[in-house]
């Protein structure tokens, strides 16, 4: 943590960088970190959580190991990525509003855009981007990396 | 360091590449090749080169834009034409090593094209297929053809030589040359850049600021991330440009995180101009100094808006504020500041390069030059294309994109993302440029192009764009928050089979409450794509509220998967991947679905076997289908 903030000066204007340093490191943005980064920049907690929370990027809870990320783009919407997107819930057995499997192996996001649009529908599991995925090969990659 | 040298020594590199008696292998790794395995066949190149201790030059470049080709591979020998291969596996790259490099079959029916000069017998010139020929490449010139991570390549090709003309101009003289190329802004709303940078070079003070809008955020929409991952110098270049016309004293880029390679590759390029003297300090020796910094989006769709942009800088909630003052007078941090997309500073520093004349050569009397649009959805060839203001939609969908794929007919073409509308196909000749698309009730937009086949319904698309607006309002407005969740409402119970006639009057009003209420643009294009779809396709509304059906079979409330008797041959496949064992079946017997336990996921559909295609769906009307398992080939109509 203090690494992190070492590399920045005390403005203002560095506050989503360093929330995005820091969530790289940790996966999401505890209560401690950002009591740490309103004393070096000298805002309120409150302050930190009103713009972090205001982006979509932020967790603010544990993620899994896995981070699946389907896109919900326009292309990805026509070309079936709605059905993707719920077959893949179903696979990681998630009720509604959960982003986590109970045993932090994976994190489910939706994405509204990857720009690879002409490959849709789009999955994406940590970085590795995939492309024209059906129902059948995202349970396959899902099982692949479940055991990784 | 003078431009000259600069260009002497980039030159010097780019002969003796040129000249070199080694092969050259290039290869598309930008997301979409990536996506596609391109980064398989990179392992495979490396592997089989060393296994036959041969020698070649590998350069990983941008994407040409036909993504649906990918991954693309380029095999240049020496004294031979460039060929350039598409759709490549690993398999196909140990041929063509082995055929083509050790050998010299060059393996015509595997090839795309030809890039550049030279004859192979049976295969043509990339530039005479029928996706590239309508094409003018202007913003896109060097995607695809060179290494973006190194800015030899990009000035051995006329890079940073714009800058150095602009540099020897005047600011007036170099706002006037913008001015005459009649260039408008390619984020969308189509302002002219030449007045707008005017209205910054005139504005007082001492700090000012220049801004590239990276966040390319529209669903559908790809063409800056492709232009800054295969050549992210033309856009630092005419940011320098830009910079020296109206005197800014800091340049910022802000760049969406979704798009991670976008951002490595300009860092790398950012790195290079500076070490070169061509951003930052002394700029070519002149004096000028001009540094440039990159801030990454953090994931908030409204972040594109200018307003909201420069707050998202200053470290705050991205929420965009009334204008005036426009930010020429008063923007990031209360100075002026100038904002332009990734593609008009695209365009800028080609226009440098040659000159306006060239430049307004292109296009319509009103709208000049080229734009990039994002092709996707039901369309056979999709990708990234450039084309001169003023081709028509039917050029770009039929000629460019090959038509609709799977014997399906076009319904509509979604223009301008979630601020646009559709225009469906008696639209079709309509010349695309910022005037017609707008009387037409949608936008040019940054240039997302989606279409729409006879399996797309245009409720649930109008439906799917509200979903995303409402989602990403930030709230700050009533019209905008408000208006845009009620709307949303009303569709999502039309599209449920909920909607009365009166809905639609309701959705009118509502939408010019949103349109004329709203404080940036966001709310005020997000009735656009109910708005057009409610004029271009009210049949399918009156379907969908009149007779509870979903003509094009979407709309999960109104349609019902059953299982053609005449051409299921009971192969039990849809029965084992149905995951709440909703069909009934046995070896081969006629399956069943039970529409009770269905939830409409559409596996059996997907895994169903192309050669019986026996899931088909339903809406408005009972399928006739059997009440108990009967045989395979035993089912007679009632």
């Keep these: ?148 | 360091m003078k431009y000259d040298e600069i260009r002497r020594q980039a030159m010097a590199e780019w002969t003796a590449l040129e000249n070199s008696s080694k092969p050259r292998i290039l290869i598309g790794t930008g997301t979409c090749g990536r996506a596609s395995g391109a980064l398989a066949v990179l392992e495979t190149i490396e592997k089989e080169l060393s296994k036959r201790k041969l020698e070649a030059t590998v350069i990983q470049v941008g994407c040409i834009g036909l993504c649906y080709v990918e991954p693309l591979v380029d095999i240049i020998k020496p004294n031979r034409p460039r060929i350039c291969y598409g759709s490549v596996t690993p398999e196909i790259m140990v041929k063509l090593i082995e055929d083509y490099i050790v050998n010299d079959n060059p393996h015509p029916e595997l090839a795309l094209g030809i890039v550049g000069e030279g004859i192979v017998e049976g295969i043509p010139n990339l530039f005479d297929l029928p996706m590239l020929k309508p094409q003018v490449r202007i913003a896109l010139r060097n995607c695809g053809h060179i290494d973006p991570e190194n800015i030899s390549h990009y000035i051995a090709r006329g890079g940073y030589s714009g800058l150095d003309r602009a540099l020897k101009m005047s600011a007036n003289e170099v706002i006037a040359e913008v001015k005459k190329s009649g260039l408008k802004g390619r984020g969308g709303a189509g302002f002219s850049t030449g007045i707008k940078w005017e209205l910054c070079q005139k504005a007082p003070g001492k700090e000012k600021y220049l801004i590239c809008n990276a966040d390319e955020g529209d669903p559908g929409a790809f063409m800056n991330r492709l232009l800054l991952e295969g050549d992210p110098n033309s856009v630092l270049e005419g940011m320098v440009i830009g910079a020296h016309a109206i005197g800014a004293t800091q340049g910022y880029i802000y760049c969406r995180a979704e798009k991670p390679l976008s951002i490595v590759r300009l860092r790398v390029a950012l790195k290079q101009a500076t070490e070169l003297g061509l951003i930052g300090q002394n700029i070519l020796d002149t004096g000028f100094n001009f540094p440039i910094e990159i801030r990454e989006g953090a994931g908030a769709f409204v972040c594109g808006e200018e307003t909201a942009l420069m707050l998202s800088i200053e470290g705050k909630r991205g929420m965009p504020r009334p204008r005036p003052p426009f930010p020429a007078v008063s923007g990031l941090w209360g100075k002026p500041t100038n904002i332009n997309n990734v593609e008009t500073w695209g365009d800028i520093s080609a226009i440098f390069q040659k000159d306006a004349d060239w430049y307004a050569g292109f296009g319509t009397s009103v709208s000049k030059g080229t734009k990039t649009f994002a092709l996707a959805g039901k369309v056979e060839r999709t990708g990234l294309i450039e084309v001169p203001l003023g081709t028509s939609l039917r050029r770009i969908i039929f000629d460019i994109g090959g038509g609709i794929p799977n014997g399906k007919t076009f319904k509509a073409i979604q223009t301008g993302g979630p601020s646009g509308g559709c225009l469906p196909a008696s639209l079709l000749d309509l010349p695309v440029d910022y005037e017609n698309l707008t009387k037409a009730g949608s936008i040019m937009g940054s240039g997302g192009m989606i279409v729409a086949d006879s399996g797309t319904c245009m409720v649930d698309l109008a439906k799917y764009f509200l979903t995303f607006t409402q989602a990403e309002s930030c709230g700050k407005c009533v019209p905008c928050r408000e208006g845009t969740m009620q709307m949303l409402q009303i569709l999502t119970d039309i599209t449920e089979g909920k909607g009365k006639l009166e809905d639609l009057d309701l959705l009118q009003d509502l939408a010019q409450g949103i349109k004329s209420g709203s404080l940036c643009a966001l709310g005020g294009g997000a009735p656009n794509p109910a708005l057009t779809t409610m004029k271009y396709f009210r049949d399918e509304y009156e379907a969908h509220i009149k007779e509870k059906r979903c003509p094009a079979g979407v709309c999960k409330a109104l349609i019902q998967y059953y299982i053609d008797p005449e051409k299921c041959q009971g192969c039990l496949i849809c029965m084992r991947n149905c995951p709440t064992n909703a069909i009934k079946g046995d070896k081969r017997m006629i399956h069943i679905i039970d529409p009770e336990k269905c939830i409409r996921c559409g596996v059996c559909a997907e895994v169903c076997p192309a050669r019986f295609d026996a899931v088909a769906k339903s809406s408005g009307v009972q399928p006739e289908t059997p009440k108990e398992l009967i045989p395979v080939g035993s089912w007679k109509k009632a």
């Design chain 1, 1 to 148: 943590m203090t690494d992190i903030l070492a590399q920045f000066t005390k403005e203002r204007a560095n506050l989503v960088p360093i929330l995005q340093k820091v969530q790289e490191k940790d996966g999401y943005i505890s209560p401690e970190a950002v009591k740490e980064i309103g004393g070096y920049l000298g805002i309120t907690g409150n302050d930190i959580y009103s713009v972090a929370s205001f982006y979509a990027q932020f967790r603010f809870e544990r993620q899994g190991k896995h981070t699946i990320k389907v896109c919900q783009g326009t292309a990805c919407h026509v070309r079936g990525g709605h059905q993707l997107l719920e077959a893949v819930e179903r696979e990681l057995c998630l009720p509604s509003g959960r982003s986590t499997t109970d045993d932090y192996q994976f994190t489910l996001e939706r994405v509204a855009c990857f720009g690879s649009c002409a490959l849709a529908p789009v999955m994406v599991v940590d970085s590795n981007v995939f492309g024209k995925v059906s129902i059948a090969q995202a349970k396959k990659l899902i099982s692949q990396y479940r055991e990784k």
